[in-house]
Every structure is written in structure tokens, then in C-alpha cells.
């Protein structure tokens, strides 16, 4: 059974950064495009972030590109999104995503995580 696990949400001020890790198992990693999205209080659901299942093809929302990065090591089943120069308006839970063989912006993933809390204090 497939699974994601988020890691390294929290509490931290505006221009700090967090690094957000998601631990897959159940899956062959390596054929699954990876990304990450967020959903803040009252607000819908919006895509952040993929990378392509091998690697090096990456996309972002206009708001956090320069900010943020995505990256992934199929070695370890795991992806990342390191997040610098964080912004109140960063402040949702943010949740990975992974989708076999593509890269989604509307959310139609394969397996979800339960999501992580982010925080940003101005």
C-alpha cells in the first residue's frame, strides 16, 4: 500500500526558511511525478510545485518561484521542497502528491500525504 509522509512543517518568521521532506513507500518512486501543493485556512487548494519523475523538468507557482525549491532523491523515496524567504501569506498545510508516469496542477494525484503545517509569523 502506497504512502506519503510529510515532514518539517512549523512555526517560523517572515525571510526564514523550512525545508519539507515526503517520505514515499509502497511505490516504485521512480515512475511517479512529485509535487507539492498547499491549502490555506478558507481558501481552495492550489499547486506549488512538481518535478518531473526523473528528475531536472520542475515547475512553481509564480509566487514562490526564486523562493522555493523542489528537488527529489529516488534513491531514498523521498522529495523535497526547500522554501526560503517565506512569506505570511506562505502560512497553509502543504501536502505531496504523487502521480504515475505525470505532473498535475489540478490535483488529480494518485496518493496523498496527510499535509504539514507551515506558519509564517510577520
Known amino acids: 500500500q502506497a504512502r506519503l509522509v510529510e515532514s518539517g512543517g512549523g512555526l517560523v518568521q517572515a525571510g526564514g526558511s523550512l525545508r519539507l521532506t515526503c517520505a514515499a513507500s509502497?511505490?516504485?518512486?521512480?515512475?511517479?511525478?512529485m509535487h507539492w501543493f498547499r491549502q490555506a485556512p478558507g481558501k481552495e487548494r492550489e499547486f506549488v510545485s512538481a518535478?518531473?519523475?526523473?528528475?531536472?523538468?520542475?515547475y512553481y507557482l509564480d509566487s514562490v518561484k526564486g523562493r522555493f525549491t523542489i528537488s527529489r532523491d529516488n534513491a531514498k523515496n523521498t522529495a523535497y521542497l526547500q522554501m526560503n524567504n517565506l512569506k505570511p501569506e506562505d502560512t497553509a498545510i502543504y501536502y505531496c502528491?504523487?502521480?504515475?508516469?505525470?505532473?498535475?496542477?489540478?490535483?488529480?494525484?494518485?496518493?496523498w500525504g496527510q499535509g504539514t503545517q507551515v506558519t509564517v509569523s510577520s
Open positions: 502528491a504523487a502521480s504515475q508516469y505525470a505532473l498535475t496542477r489540478d490535483g488529480e494525484a494518485d496518493y
Open positions: 518535478i518531473h519523475w526523473r528528475g531536472g523538468t520542475t
Open positions: 509502497g511505490l516504485t518512486f521512480s515512475n511517479y511525478g
